[in-house]
Nanobody
Framework: QVQLVESGGGLVQAGGSLRLSCAAS????????MGWFRQAPGKEREFVAA????????SYEDSVKGRFTISRDNAKNTVFLQMNSLKAEDTAVYYC?????????????????WGQGTQVTVSS
């Protein structure tokens, strides 16, 4: 069973940047359609970005388009989320997730594999 571990979160000022990483172990990472989600206090978990198995297809939630970039390196079993021009409303716990069906989905229910999350806090 693949396990996911996120890293790279932290405290940053508005306008700053962070790069999140999600390292996979214990299975075939390239089988998984990967996504990043986030959850702010008192809110539901929401889709941020996703990348297909080989990285040829990418999608973003509208509010992060042009600021965030998702990528993956299957040789290193890692998916990344580069976050630029951060805003206070980006503050949340960020989770990476894997979808073995390879389906492009923005619903957390489609993802059976989850990391433990990493906190991102943007101060205004």
């Amino acid at each position: 069973q693949v396990q996911l571990v996120e890293s790279g979160g932290g405290l940053v000022q508005a306008g700053g940047s962070l790069r999140l990483s999600c390292a996979a172990s214990g299975g075939t990472f390239s089988r998984y359609f990967m996504g990043w989600f986030r959850q702010a206090p008192g809110k539901e978990r929401e889709f941020v970005a996703a990348v297909s198995r080989r990285g040829s297809y990418i999608s973003y939630e509208d509010s992060v388009k042009g600021r965030f970039t998702i990528s993956r390196d299957n040789a290193k079993n890692t998916v990344f989320l580069q976050m630029n021009s951060l805003k206070a409303e980006d503050t949340a716990v960020y989770y990476c997730a894997g979808n073995s069906a390879g389906v492009d989905s923005r619903s957390p229910r489609m993802y059976g594999l989850w990391g433990q999350g990493t906190q991102v806090t943007v101060s205004s």
